[in-house]
Nanobody
């Protein structure tokens, strides 16, 4: 069974920083893109950033500059460094990975349970 487990969320003051981590465990053959999404109360889930298997990082609107995504393919982890956090960054942050479990499997998106990030003003 494949699991994505996030860590690193919490409460931080405006202007502070947090680092989120996600590890993929279980029987995984190959991982394509890894990503972070977030969902604030009453809003749709939005892309924060994704990183390709080759390490290319793509950011959602207004995310680049304050957020940095990276991955370690040897450990099946993806990290999101968040700086200069603002109250509007308050949301549940979800880890996502597009992967397949065998060489003959289809590619599927897997999700973590989410980790709460709260930024106080």
């Amino acid at each position: 069974q494949v699991q994505l487990v996030e860590s690193g969320g919490g409460l931080v003051q405006s202007g502070g920083s947090l680092t989120l981590s996600c590890i993929v465990s279980g029987n995984v053959y190959s991982i394509n893109n890894m990503a972070w999404y977030r969902q604030a109360p009453g809003k749709q889930r939005e892309l924060v950033a994704y990183v390709t298997s080759g390490g290319n990082a793509i950011y959602g609107d207004s995310m680049e500059g304050r957020f940095t995504i990276s991955r370690d393919n040897t450990k099946n982890t993806v990290t999101l460094q968040m700086n200069t956090l603002q109250p509007e960054d308050t949301a549940v942050y979800y880890c996502n990975a597009n992967m397949r479990r065998t060489a003959w499997s289809n590619w599927f998106d897997y999700w973590g349970q989410g980790t709460q990030v709260t930024v106080s003003s």
